[in-house]
């Protein structure tokens, strides 16, 4: 139901062609039967990454339906856009469905068995180090501004846990498909302009790395060694 309204939604909005929708439908499908993953949880995912399979969605440094960023040991160079990570926008759902499925295999979703829950999913997008800790109401170690709506109660104050991740992807998901007004999905602009002017007032001695601060991604290279986005 929720993939079926948010493909609905992104032919509305021009991000897919209705003819391409059934197909950009069954690709879904066929990574959620070989991840173990639910279809409805890829959707919500993309809602929050890139305002719902937009393959045009970009903050400047992060690019595509689940924001592949740039840099060495990051999601473009991830797969095989190292060199050329804003060719991704030129890239239509199917194709970056392809790349999505390719990054999928690179942070061994496809060695992993039985049903992968929605906080693992997204774990895997947003900070593939993280899944290390399993435990559902602990603190994850995720760097950098997060969309409001990712931490325990909604507040940025607050830590981001695995129950936070899953409660804030649904309420995310059905404000987005109920035409509710909602914050700027993922590691947005406004995130990025809101850690900015909270950098100003923070000793340059506590200062992660600019770069991290101002887009609120991952940094560059994991304790995992795998890539994140």
């Given at each position: 139901e929720i993939l079926d309204k948010t493909l609905q939604r992104a032919v509305d909005k021009g991000f897919v062609s209705v003819e391409q929708a059934p197909a950009a439908r069954d690709r879904i499908l066929a990574m959620a039967g070989r991840y173990g993953f639910e279809p409805d949880?890829?959707?919500?995912?993309?809602?929050?990454?890139?305002?719902?399979?937009?393959?045009?969605?970009s903050n400047g440094r992060c690019h595509g339906i689940i924001q592949f960023c740039d840099g060495p040991q990051r999601g473009a160079a991830a797969?095989?856009?190292?060199?050329?990570?804003?060719?991704?926008?030129?890239?239509?759902?199917?194709?970056?469905?392809?790349?999505?499925?390719?990054?999928?295999?690179?942070?061994?979703?496809?060695?992993?068995?039985?049903?992968?829950?929605?906080?693992?999913?997204?774990?895997?997008?947003?900070?593939?180090?993280?899944?290390a800790e399993t435990r559902k109401d602990v603190p994850l170690k995720i760097p950098g501004p997060q969309a409001a709506v990712l931490h325990v109660g909604q507040d940025?104050?607050?830590?981001?846990?695995r129950a936070s991740i899953v409660a804030g992807l649904h309420d995310y998901a059905q404000s987005a498909l109920n035409g509710e007004t909602v914050a700027s999905p993922g590691?947005?602009?406004?995130?990025?302009?809101?850690?900015?002017?909270?950098?100003?007032?923070?000793?340059?001695?506590?200062?992660?790395?600019?770069?991290?601060?101002?887009?609120?991604w991952t940094p560059a290279v994991l304790n995992s060694g795998r890539f994140s986005r």
């Open positions: 949880d890829f959707a919500r995912l993309t809602l929050i990454e890139s305002g719902g399979m937009n393959p045009a969605a797969v095989g856009m190292a060199d050329q990570p804003r060719a991704i926008l030129g890239m239509d759902l199917l194709q970056q469905l392809e790349l999505v499925d390719r990054y999928f295999e690179h942070n061994g979703l496809d060695q992993r068995n039985g049903k992968l829950s929605l906080d693992e999913l997204y774990l895997t997008v947003l900070q593939p180090a993280a899944r940025p104050r607050a830590p981001i846990t590691r947005s602009a406004r995130l990025a302009a809101r850690a900015y002017a909270q950098a100003t007032t923070v000793a340059f001695a506590d200062l992660e790395p600019l770069s991290t601060r101002l887009s609120g």
